[in-house]
């Protein structure tokens, strides 16, 4: 298991599509199950990136065998993993999107949430309706051509934090409030903050871009810099 640094300890992995192996044998007979549920294509391809991306980040981050982890839904949506048909000691997140998934896992008890998001031009419209006046403001304040990366990485903390709150996007987005301090991090993650406002929850974070990508993750209590769980990909020889 990751050590403690300055903060909660959190690893994370990222995977793509052409890594995942082209059998079920590798989920558990209730995943089977769910995922015989699922009629679209893309909508089976993406659950099953999801869940072999979680299985091996969980497996990493325990020090257990991949085989032994089950993921599956909480009452209320949000992931859960299973160790040998008991409660893991963890907590999880993750998303996926174009063929490319990420995750991130830390102790039980930890309030968590991980996003992915594409680096896309989005409308003024989107802007307008998503974001909260604080956050339109800090796009504009930036150069133009930063402007579809900043509203991508804000839009995508956003999830995160919606998902270590357990609603998703039940919530309105422009409940919670992105803040991106400039001093801090290294090794690619740079922090970042939100506040809840109908609750009052404060989440703290980290975000990295990769390429047309951006990954970010909120937790509660404040995470350490994220840790990679694998040295390479799972699938790849």
């Known amino acids: 298991m990751i050590a403690p640094l300055t903060g909660v300890p959190v690893g994370w992995l990222t995977t793509d599509s052409v890594e995942v192996r ?21 909508r089976r391809a993406d659950w099953r990136l999801g869940r072999w991306t979680a299985k091996h980040a969980v497996a ?29 000691p ?3 997140s993750f998303s996926h999107r174009a063929g490319r ?16 998001e594409l680096v896309e031009p989005r ?28 509203v991508n990485l804000i839009w995508s903390a956003k999830e ?10 039940r919530l309105d987005t422009r409940s919670v409030e992105v803040r991106l301090p400039e001093d801090g991090g290294s090794e690619g993650w740079r922090p970042l903050a939100v506040h809840a406002r109908e609750t009052g929850e404060d ?3 980290w975000w990295r871009r990769d390429g047309g990508w951006v990954l970010t993750l909120a937790a ?16 790849r020889v």
């Open 22 to 42: 082209e059998d079920d044998g590798w989920l558990k007979p209730d995943e089977r199950v769910r995922l015989a549920t699922l009629q679209v294509p893309a």
């Open 60 to 88: 990493a981050f325990l020090g257990a065998g991949f085989e032994a982890v089950e993921i599956r839904a909480a009452p209320d949506g949000a992931p859960e993993a299973l160790l040998g048909g008991e409660p893991a």
């Open 123 to 150: 409308s003024a419209a989107f802007v307008r309706d998503y974001l909260t006046p604080a956050e339109q403001a800090l796009v504009e304040a930036a150069p133009e051509m930063d402007h579809p990366f900043l």
């Open 90 to 92: 963890v907590s999880l």
């Open 220 to 235: 509660s209590p404040p995470p350490e810099i994220p840790r990679p769980l694998l040295d390479k990909a799972p699938g």
């Open 203 to 205: 989440f703290a974070g």
């Open 101 to 116: 998934a990420a995750c991130a896992v830390a102790p039980a008890g930890t309030a968590l949430g991980c996003d992915l």
């Open 160 to 169: 995160s934090a919606l998902k270590a709150l357990r609603t998703g996007l």
